[in-house]
């Protein structure tokens, strides 16, 4: 089976053809579709968008660059929204920290991180981590906590850092680029298959530069991996796919 640990598919860019989208997954072979949202609003749209489609998995978060831009109590507002539907979801995301534009709401990105942290360990749900130019950080924070199921989203952080994931235990998710990426390429080289997901971050990193990514293209994540690792298609798959039941499917 195949997966995507990673799409936003309430994205406008979806607006017209979500369902032949859908289709192409199947079509492909993907079984699993984790949606991301970003905050109250796309939370609700992604619990909707899992009744309309069992193939996506709802995964309710807060984007950090959006969470401090908030008050106090709407991110109260968000958290509680999560925890009211927690026998619903799959997971926690996408959360983290991001400093691309500088470090000036670090503390209470830190701060609203920590809440997240806290929930995730309340409910017990796995965690997808936005980590941009904050990868330290987001490390150094969730090795405080006693959470066990994490994936570093499109981690972009060091090789050294990328070891340190694996030796504590932590997933990496592999996006579509991949095929014209040497980080993700160099990820891949370095850590064992059982530390890795696949993911698209729909609509966003397709693999040809300037077009639209879609759930039905992690395969090139997969066949890439493949390559890499010197496997064959089916049995990267199925390593893949033991991963992923791993941390969103089996019960704790």
Not at 73 to 101: M, S, W
Not at 219 to 244: A, H, M
């Amino acid at each position: 089976m195949l997966f995507d640990v990673h799409a936003h598919l309430n994205s406008e860019q979806f607006k017209l053809d979500l369902s032949e989208v859908i289709e192409r997954a199947k079509k492909t072979g993907v079984s699993y579709i984790i949606e991301n949202g970003l905050d109250l609003e796309s939370n609700k749209k992604t619990l909707e968008l899992s009744n309309k489609f069992s193939i996506i998995k709802p995964s309710l978060g807060l984007y950090p660059t959006d969470a401090v831009k908030l008050t106090n109590e709407k991110i109260e507002e968000t958290l509680n929204f999560i925890r009211q539907n927690k026998d619903k979801i799959i997971a926690i995301g996408e959360v983290g920290l991001d400093f691309n534009e500088g470090r000036e709401t670090e503390k209470k990105q830190r701060e609203i991180f920590q809440k997240i942290i806290s929930l995730a360990e309340e409910i017990k749900k796995p965690i997808i981590v936005h980590s941009r130019k904050a990868e330290e950080e987001c490390i150094e924070m969730l090795e405080s906590s006693n959470l066990k199921r994490i994936v570093f989203h499109c981690f972009n952080g060091n090789l050294k850092l990328v070891k340190k994931i694996e030796e504590k235990k932590g997933h990496l998710s592999i996006p579509t680029i991949i095929l014209r990426s040497l980080h993700f390429q160099g990820v891949v080289q370095l850590v064992s298959i059982n530390s890795l997901l696949t993911e698209t971050d729909s609509p966003y990193l397709a693999p040809p530069p300037k077009t639209r990514n879609e759930p039905a293209f992690v395969k090139f994540s997969v066949e890439k991996i493949s390559e890499i690792k010197n496997l064959t298609f089916e049995d990267t798959k199925s390593l893949l796919f033991r991963n992923f039941q791993n941390i969103f499917l089996k019960q704790f």
